[in-house]
Every structure is written in structure tokens, then in C-alpha cells.
């Protein structure tokens, strides 16, 4: 897809920053994930020498593209794409069709600037001789169990990112910082646990409303679903979610047990938890 000089490894494109391995190391990289603190964590540990995310809409305290300042302090050259420009969550269809809405001074001084195509800037980035990332400080998402709003046998979790939902979390409720956007398209990637309900940031619904793309297919599995607006939450912060939010789009299931958009999240939560105490009864 993009070309790099001689002796320089070919870029790398990826559904999400939380898949990269060994081989990221002192590579470009286009991870269709968000621009925030954690994935730019997770793109420096890996050692790219840089990255290009999604602007995720930006949304409330530029937490879509906050990551770009970190990676700054760090020398390493990072770029956001326009959401409405191409679907987060795909790297191919960022690559393909991505347009470059914010840039860190790194990148600039690169050639990147607002308007390039995702591709010419990768293929830029790809035929610098950069050093890989220098170590970051350690990060990590966190979990918080929210006991506030709970019934027996019904836990509540603030998750900063879906991709930290495990077996323990069957059944439950739980309110991610993720978008609500599928990887690559694949339905299997809506959620890897059978939870009761959940809850994304919409990412301000971009191109072709990848930011809803879950919903649909949690509600075939038969789980409630929602989005909140990447405005009114922080992207990448479950407790903002969940504290914060106000409730963009909703599947069945979760209309089905009260849900309305304009709700707040922790009053769609309340819903939830009544449902399911219902069902169990």
C-alpha cells in the first residue's frame, strides 16, 4: 500500500493499537483506534517511531486526540484522521480514505499537515529514519466497580476500554471508554464476553455512523447496547461515561428496558439493573 525508502520497513495498518506486536518495533504505524492517553501508551511502548489514530470526533476535553501531546513530549511524530473521513475502527478504509485533521509538532516538522491523505502522510512517516519510541511511563486502564448502582448478582463496571472485559465480567453491566465502532467490520469483535449490557462513546458517529456499528450486532446477541456522545464524555474514561454521559443511540434491548436518547448513562444504568432484577426474579 505505502512505499518507504530502501533498507526502511514497510508501514503498518491495524484495526486497533491493542493488536501490535514485536514487529510495531521502530515502525510507522496507522491504528484506526482513538487518539487518546492510552492508545498513544500503548503505540510508544511498543517502540513505533510513528502513528497515525483516529480524531474519534475529538469530543469533550480533546480526549480523542489528547495521546498526540504525549507522544510529543516522547519526539515521536503522531497525526489524527478525520472520523467523518473514514471508519474508526478499520485500518484499511483509514488508510484508504483517511484525510488528516490534527497533527503534533513532531509531525510537523515531518511535512504532515491538516488535509494530507492517511496514506501520503504514512507513506511519509514510513520513509523517515527515526528511533523507535523511547520507553513511556507506565499507564493502565483501569476497572471500577460501581457498587452505588448494583443489585445482587448484577455488577456494574466502569471500563476504560472494551478490550479489558474478561470471563468475570458475564452477565454484567458494563460502561466502556471504547467507541462503539466494530474492528474491520467483523461482528465478532463487538464484544468478546457474553455481558448483560454495554456502553460505548459514540466517537461522534463518523463515516458511515462506524460509531454505532455494535449496536446492531449486540442486539443478535441478544445484549443491550448504547452509545453516549463523545461530547458530553471522555473518550478512553469509563467513569466518565458513565458519570458524564448522555445516551446517542440505543439497540432494542436497551429500549426495550427504558432507554431514550438524551438520557444520562447512570439513569440508563438504573433501567438496566431493574430489567435484569426483573428477569431474575
Not at 486497533?16 to 521502530?26: F, R, V, W, Y
Not at 453491566?173 to 467507541?179: D, E, F, P, Q
Not at 453516549?228 to 446517542?248: C, E, K, N
Request: proline share 5%; charged share 20%.
Amino acid at each position: 500500500m505505502a512505499h518507504s525508502a530502501p533498507g526502511l520497513q514497510a508501514p503498518l495498518v491495524t484495526d486497533s493499537i491493542t493488536t501490535l506486536g514485536p514487529d510495531a518495533q521502530g515502525r510507522a504505524v496507522l491504528a484506526a483506534s482513538h487518539g487518546g492517553s492510552f492508545p498513544a501508551y500503548l503505540a510508544a511502548k511498543a517502540g513505533v517511531k510513528a502513528v497515525i489514530f483516529s480524531d474519534a470526533g475529538i469530543g469533550r476535553e480533546r480526549a480523542g486526540i489528547c495521546g498526540l501531546a504525549d507522544l510529543d513530549r516522547l519526539g515521536v511524530p503522531a497525526a489524527a484522521l478525520s472520523h467523518r473521513s473514514a471508519r474508526i475502527g478499520d485500518g484499511v478504509d483509514c488508510a484508504r480514505r483517511g484525510v488528516i485533521s490534527t497533527v503534533n509538532a513532531a509531525a510537523a516538522a515531518q511535512g504532515l499537515h491538516a488535509g494530507m491523505s492517511a496514506r501520503v502522510a504514512l507513506e511519509i512517516l514510513a520513509a523517515t529514519e527515526l528511533p523507535p519510541s523511547p520507553a513511556p511511563a507506565a499507564l493502565h486502564e483501569t476497572r471500577h466497580r460501581l457498587a452505588e448502582v448494583e443489585a445482587p448478582g448484577i455488577p456494574v463496571f466502569a471500563l476504560d476500554s472494551a478490550s479489558i472485559v474478561g470471563p468475570q465480567d458475564e452477565g454484567a453491566i458494563v460502561l466502556t471508554g471504547s467507541h462503539g465502532a466494530l474492528l474491520g467490520g467483523r461482528p465478532e469483535t463487538a464484544i468478546k464476553h457474553h455481558v448483560y449490557a454495554a456502553v460505548f462513546s459514540d466517537a461522534d458517529r463518523g463515516a458511515d455512523d462506524a460509531g454505532l456499528s455494535r449496536l446492531p450486532v449486540l442486539q443478535a446477541r441478544h445484549i443491550a447496547a448504547a452509545t453516549v456522545s463523545v461530547w458530553s464524555a471522555r473518550i478512553g474514561d469509563g467513569l466518565s461515561v458513565y458519570r458524564d454521559g448522555f445516551v446517542t443511540a440505543l439497540n432494542e434491548r436497551a429500549m426495550q428496558a427504558g432507554g431514550v436518547v438524551g438520557l444520562a448513562t447512570h439513569e440508563l444504568v438504573r433501567l438496566l439493573v431493574a430489567t435484569r432484577r426483573k428477569e431474575l426474579a
